[in-house]
Protein backbone atom coordinates (compact mmCIF):
# COMPACT_ATOMS: atom_id res chain seq x y z
CA UNK A 1 0.00 0.00 0.00
CA UNK A 2 1.19 3.68 -0.42
CA UNK A 3 0.10 7.23 0.24
CA UNK A 4 -0.26 9.78 -2.43
CA UNK A 5 -0.35 12.00 0.77
CA UNK A 6 -2.26 12.30 4.23
CA UNK A 7 -2.97 16.19 5.00
CA UNK A 8 -4.68 16.89 8.63
CA UNK A 9 -5.31 19.64 11.41
CA UNK A 10 -6.22 19.94 14.85
CA UNK A 11 -9.70 22.15 15.53
CA UNK A 12 -11.93 22.97 18.80
CA UNK A 13 -14.93 21.71 16.80
CA UNK A 14 -15.95 20.22 13.59
CA UNK A 15 -19.70 20.79 12.39
CA UNK A 16 -21.67 18.87 9.74
CA UNK A 17 -23.87 20.65 7.96
CA UNK A 18 -26.89 19.67 5.81
CA UNK A 19 -25.19 20.19 2.57
CA UNK A 20 -22.33 17.73 2.98
CA UNK A 21 -20.03 20.00 3.81
CA UNK A 22 -18.39 20.76 7.53
CA UNK A 23 -17.34 23.65 8.87
CA UNK A 24 -14.13 24.14 11.07
CA UNK A 25 -14.01 26.31 14.27
CA UNK A 26 -11.31 27.41 15.56
CA UNK A 27 -8.35 25.70 13.51
CA UNK A 28 -5.06 25.67 15.55
CA UNK A 29 -1.84 26.97 13.91
CA UNK A 30 1.11 24.70 14.46
CA UNK A 31 2.69 26.07 17.81
CA UNK A 32 0.66 26.86 20.57
CA UNK A 33 1.47 27.73 24.09
CA UNK A 34 -0.21 27.08 27.29
CA UNK A 35 0.43 28.88 30.57
CA UNK A 36 1.56 25.85 32.90
CA UNK A 37 1.85 21.85 32.68
CA UNK A 38 -0.23 19.68 32.88
CA UNK A 39 -2.69 21.93 30.66
CA UNK A 40 -5.66 21.01 28.99
CA UNK A 41 -7.61 21.22 25.50
CA UNK A 42 -11.33 21.47 26.74
CA UNK A 43 -12.02 19.75 23.10
CA UNK A 44 -9.83 19.20 20.49
CA UNK A 45 -11.12 17.45 17.02
CA UNK A 46 -8.76 15.97 14.47
CA UNK A 47 -9.52 15.77 10.93
CA UNK A 48 -7.44 13.88 8.08
CA UNK A 49 -7.90 13.58 5.04
CA UNK A 50 -6.07 10.37 3.40
CA UNK A 51 -5.44 9.76 -0.59
CA UNK A 52 -4.15 6.40 -2.00
CA UNK A 53 -3.15 4.82 -5.49
CA UNK A 54 -6.33 2.67 -6.78
CA UNK A 55 -3.53 0.41 -7.62
CA UNK A 56 -2.32 -0.26 -3.97
CA UNK A 57 -3.54 -3.66 -2.11
CA UNK A 58 -4.97 -1.83 0.82
CA UNK A 59 -5.24 -3.58 4.23
CA UNK A 60 -6.25 -1.95 7.60
CA UNK A 61 -5.65 1.63 8.76
CA UNK A 62 -4.72 2.38 11.99
CA UNK A 63 -4.65 5.66 13.32
CA UNK A 64 -3.07 6.91 16.49
CA UNK A 65 -1.79 9.73 18.38
CA UNK A 66 1.74 10.09 19.19
CA UNK A 67 2.92 11.74 22.23
CA UNK A 68 5.94 13.71 23.15
CA UNK A 69 7.20 11.15 25.04
CA UNK A 70 6.44 8.39 22.19
CA UNK A 71 3.79 7.05 23.75
CA UNK A 72 0.66 6.26 21.22
CA UNK A 73 -2.41 6.57 22.10
CA UNK A 74 -5.09 5.00 19.11
CA UNK A 75 -7.83 7.07 18.41
CA UNK A 76 -9.61 4.20 15.24
CA UNK A 77 -9.02 3.91 11.73
CA UNK A 78 -10.59 2.21 8.84
CA UNK A 79 -10.93 -1.51 8.82
CA UNK A 80 -9.90 -3.77 5.63
CA UNK A 81 -12.96 -4.35 4.49
CA UNK A 82 -13.97 -0.94 4.32
CA UNK A 83 -10.78 0.04 2.89
CA UNK A 84 -11.27 -2.76 0.21
CA UNK A 85 -15.08 -1.35 -0.31
CA UNK A 86 -13.90 2.24 -0.85
CA UNK A 87 -10.88 1.06 -3.13
CA UNK A 88 -13.16 -1.07 -5.30
CA UNK A 89 -15.97 1.60 -5.37
CA UNK A 90 -13.43 4.44 -6.77
CA UNK A 91 -11.95 1.91 -9.31
CA UNK A 92 -15.66 1.65 -10.81
CA UNK A 93 -15.99 5.50 -10.97
CA UNK A 94 -12.82 5.65 -12.39
CA UNK A 95 -11.72 7.78 -9.79
CA UNK A 96 -7.82 9.31 -9.66
CA UNK A 97 -7.53 7.93 -6.44
CA UNK A 98 -8.98 6.33 -3.20
CA UNK A 99 -10.12 9.56 -0.64
CA UNK A 100 -10.47 7.95 3.25
CA UNK A 101 -11.54 10.73 5.52
CA UNK A 102 -11.01 10.50 9.34
CA UNK A 103 -12.32 12.51 12.15
CA UNK A 104 -11.42 12.51 16.05
CA UNK A 105 -12.73 14.45 18.65
CA UNK A 106 -11.08 14.46 22.63
CA UNK A 107 -12.63 15.74 25.29
CA UNK A 108 -11.31 16.93 27.31
CA UNK A 109 -7.86 16.48 25.95
CA UNK A 110 -4.99 16.86 28.82
CA UNK A 111 -1.68 18.11 27.72
CA UNK A 112 0.83 16.09 30.03
CA UNK A 113 4.50 18.48 28.68
CA UNK A 114 5.51 20.55 25.88
CA UNK A 115 6.73 19.14 22.98
CA UNK A 116 5.03 17.72 19.64
CA UNK A 117 1.85 15.65 19.39
CA UNK A 118 1.50 13.93 16.26
CA UNK A 119 -0.99 11.99 14.56
CA UNK A 120 0.09 9.12 12.63
CA UNK A 121 -1.55 6.52 9.86
CA UNK A 122 0.16 3.02 9.95
CA UNK A 123 -0.93 1.08 7.26
CA UNK A 124 1.14 -2.56 7.80
CA UNK A 125 5.14 -1.59 7.56
CA UNK A 126 4.24 1.74 6.10
CA UNK A 127 3.80 5.03 8.63
CA UNK A 128 2.43 8.29 7.65
CA UNK A 129 2.52 12.01 9.36
CA UNK A 130 -0.86 13.66 8.75
CA UNK A 131 -0.75 16.43 11.19
CA UNK A 132 1.31 17.48 13.75
CA UNK A 133 1.11 20.23 16.49
CA UNK A 134 4.02 21.51 18.81
CA UNK A 135 2.49 22.76 22.18
CA UNK A 136 4.97 25.29 24.20
CA UNK A 137 4.90 26.70 27.58
CA UNK A 138 4.50 30.89 27.68
CA UNK A 139 4.95 33.17 30.65
CA UNK A 140 2.75 35.58 28.70
CA UNK A 141 -1.38 36.04 28.73
CA UNK A 142 -1.15 34.84 25.30
CA UNK A 143 -1.50 30.99 25.89
CA UNK A 144 -3.93 29.22 23.24
CA UNK A 145 -4.94 26.45 25.44
CA UNK A 146 -6.11 26.34 29.18
CA UNK A 147 -4.18 25.45 32.27
CA UNK A 148 -6.19 22.25 34.35
CA UNK A 149 -7.96 23.41 36.49
CA UNK A 150 -7.23 22.39 40.13
CA UNK A 151 -9.94 19.97 39.56
CA UNK A 152 -8.91 17.66 37.51
CA UNK A 153 -5.09 17.61 38.93
CA UNK A 154 -4.34 15.06 41.06
CA UNK A 155 -3.94 15.36 44.83
CA UNK A 156 -0.45 15.35 46.57
CA UNK A 157 0.01 12.52 49.22
Known sequence: MSFLNAVGFFCEDIREERSNKETFLGVFPDNVQVPSFP??????????????????KLGPIAMSLRLPDGAEHPLGGFEKGFVAEQSRETRRQKNPYIGLLFKAMLTPFPIPQAGRYIVVAKAGKLEQVCCAINVQLTPTDHATASAQPASQSPTVS
Not at 39 to 56: E, M, N, P, W
Request: net charge positive; aromatic share 12%.
Open 39 to 56: GIFQKLCIYVRIHADTKS
